[in-house]
């Protein structure tokens, strides 16, 4: 007769290497973590720098889209939301990774919301550009260069999918092992 034990354990490190390890990962976390403050800091800059000045100066360069200012900005601060919001999951997932909880459901959740985050992101991208070229406050050139950032937006939705997909599978994997002598 065979017999399976279960008991749940968590491998810690011994010796130099395993802590040169965590000072490694703890420095990766750092410096992502920063990347997310760097990210979120340009995004502000942006939205409300950048563009209400821009926004202004073409206003005054071409006065028939001068009604369209405050649309035009609105939108613009409308679709930087969900990218802050992204922002936000992957400081969650990063503070994860630094508890040594890289491969937890709860990360894969994170990665699946920033996938419909970007994808939706993508598609309000173009269909308020096709929108304000249909009103006559756009230019076919600007609904274009959209269809090009929304590809972008796409291929993170792609890759943050298939993340998911992947943290999900090794975090069975891990619980699995976790439980199994």
């Not at 340009?42 to 000045?53: K, M, N, Q, S, T």
């Not at 969900?82 to 459901?105: D, G, H, M, T, Y």
């Not at 920033?114 to 929108?131: H, K, M, R």
Request: with cysteine; net charge negative; proline share 2%.
């Amino acid at each position: 007769m065979e017999y399976t034990v279960f008991i749940k354990s968590r491998t810690e490190s011994s010796g130099t290497g395993g802590m040169e390890m965590d000072m490694k990962q703890r420095t990766l976390v750092r410096w992502l973590k920063f990347l997310v403050i760097f990210a979120a800091a340009c995004g502000l800059a942006l939205d409300l720098g950048v563009l209400p000045v821009a926004g202004m100066r073409m206003a005054g360069d071409y006065p028939e889209f001068a009604g369209f200012f405050w649309p035009w900005l609105v939108f613009l601060w409308a679709i930087s939301l969900p990218c802050f919001s992204a922002l936000s999951l992957a400081w969650r997932i990063f503070s994860n990774i630094e508890k040594e909880r890289a491969f937890s459901v709860e990360n894969a959740d994170h990665m699946e919301r920033i996938s419909f985050l970007s994808a939706a992101d993508a598609a309000l991208l173009v269909l308020g550009n096709a929108a304000f070229l249909l009103a006559g406050g756009s230019h076919m050139s600007v609904l274009l260069a959209s269809f090009l950032i929304a590809l972008i937006g796409i291929g993170v939705s792609v890759a943050a999918a298939a993340l998911s997909h992947l943290i999900r599978k090794a975090a069975q994997l891990q619980d699995q092992s976790d439980w199994t002598i």
